[in-house]
């Protein structure tokens, strides 16, 4: 096998169509096994390690549903080609529960299959680089590479005054001088090979020793951090968190942990129970992404939140469609009414803005702000803020909006943002 070769782990109870699958993968260049079991799938998964798994759903011991979570308890990383004879629908639902379980799900085939869709099938996406894998993320997180950018947050104190009080951690892996991967490219492969927790523990320990930093500069933030979700069912988080905020002599209430509602699904009991011991050491906890979950509101009603952000892609609707105005309009009001603090992502126009302020968020975030910064950037946007406020953001070629009806409005908006040094991109 060459360096370069890709293995393909081929899964049917049909030895005839494992044969096949088998020929005519090696033909396409790849280096095969097979299985034709769960005991046979799973002594693979430990000893071949695929790059690819062709999974028919249709297995007699176990079937392709349940197969999909023995590849998630073996932290498979691999992407996951279902293969079957049954309608289309039902592959696509198999696809979307394995997306749920964390899996990579490339692709459905359907029986009997033609060479020229395998061969499609397989091919590596144009954007997938082959040489972002588990080990090259571990090592990268060993060595420092993955390192924080901050994406400042104007923040309204209590006197309804603001200024950038805040920032979001994001990840960025700088794996040369001239080379910066963002997140998209290596988060969900850390996530599925198990390496989020130890990545997140990375991204803390520098954000806290940042936030120190910017203290003897005289700029006091706050940050939020995304937490992984296997860190919700780990005990010993909420005690090794606070060790490392008293190392770094920051106070646990500057740290803001951010968590989507899918995961707290895993284990809500212990979710709760974590949560809980995190709000009384102090910490803020947001639920990110609101608005797009289908039981939001339980998990709103039941888990100790103190923040909640609203999803972006409602947030960048705002200008063009009312109804999502309506519901962001909705949510703010529900958020204040349950004492939550209110932060609205991915802001780009002014209109946008105008209309968030007049809301009432309580923080604000997007492009329209800032960018993400590097460390040595995020000081002088401060400062210029503090001086100029959102005026800064002015237009003259588009009149400000003056009432929330104006935020229904068909027309495209300007795209306004900060420039300054030290721009990495989001």
């Not at 008293?246 to 500057?254: C, F, G, P």
């Not at 100790?304 to 519901?327: C, H, M, Q, W, Y």
Request: hydrophobic share 40%; charged share 25%.
């Amino acid at each position: 096998m060459t360096e370069s070769q890709r293995k393909i782990l081929v899964i049917d109870d049909d030895a005839e169509v494992r044969k096949f699958l088998a020929a005519s993968t090696r033909h396409l260049g790849f280096d095969v096994a097979t299985a034709g079991d769960r005991a046979g799938v799973e002594h693979k998964l430990d000893t071949f390690e695929p790059d690819i798994v062709l999974l028919d759903l249709q297995m007699p011991d176990v079937d392709g549903i349940q197969m999909l979570k023995v590849l998630r308890n073996h932290k498979c990383t691999a992407d996951v080609i279902l293969v079957s004879g049954v309608d289309q629908r039902t592959l696509e639902t198999a696809r979307d529960i394995g997306r749920i379980l964390g899996l990579s799900m490339l692709g459905e085939l359907q029986k009997p299959i033609l060479i020229s869709q395998l061969r499609k099938a397989l091919e590596v996406p144009p954007d997938r680089d082959p040489t972002i894998n588990a080990a090259a993320i571990e090592k990268a997180i060993s060595k420092g590479q993955i390192r924080p950018a901050y994406q400042p947050q104007a923040v309204k104190d209590r006197s309804g005054n603001w200024s950038i009080g805040a920032v979001e951690v994001l990840a960025r892996w700088h794996r040369s001088t001239d080379e910066v991967i963002m997140p998209g490219q290596f988060i969900s492969l850390a996530e599925r090979s198990g390496l989020l927790p130890s990545l997140t523990d990375s991204i803390l320990t520098r954000t806290l020793a940042q936030l120190s930093d910017w203290d003897t500069q005289g700029i006091h933030l706050n940050a939020s951090v995304n937490l992984a979700p296997s860190l919700l069912t780990d005990p010993t988080f909420p005690d090794r968190l606070t060790s490392k905020t008293r190392a770094a002599s920051i106070d646990n209430a500057r740290l803001t942990l951010e968590l989507t509602e899918s995961s707290m699904m895993q284990n809500a009991g212990l979710a709760m129970e974590i949560l809980g011991r995190l709000r009384v050491k102090g910490f803020d906890i947001a639920i990110d992404d609101f608005g797009t979950g289908y039981s939001s509101l339980e998990v709103l009603y039941r888990m100790p939140f103190n923040e909640l952000k609203i999803d972006r892609f409602l947030v960048s609707d705002i200008g063009n469609r009312e109804a999502a105005a309506t519901i962001v309009d909705a949510i703010v009001t529900l958020g204040h009414k349950l004492g939550l603090r209110i932060c609205a992502e991915g802001i780009e126009h002014r209109e946008t803005l105008d209309f968030l302020l007049e809301t009432g968020c309580d923080k604000l975030q997007g492009y329209c702000l800032s960018r993400p910064l590097n460390e040595d950037a995020v000081p002088g946007l401060v400062r210029r803020f503090a001086k100029s406020g959102f005026s800064e953001h002015a237009t003259k070629s588009l009149p400000l909006a003056t009432s929330r009806q104006n935020a229904g409005a068909q027309r495209p908006l300007p795209i306004l943002c900060l420039k300054g040094t030290g721009v990495t991109a989001s």
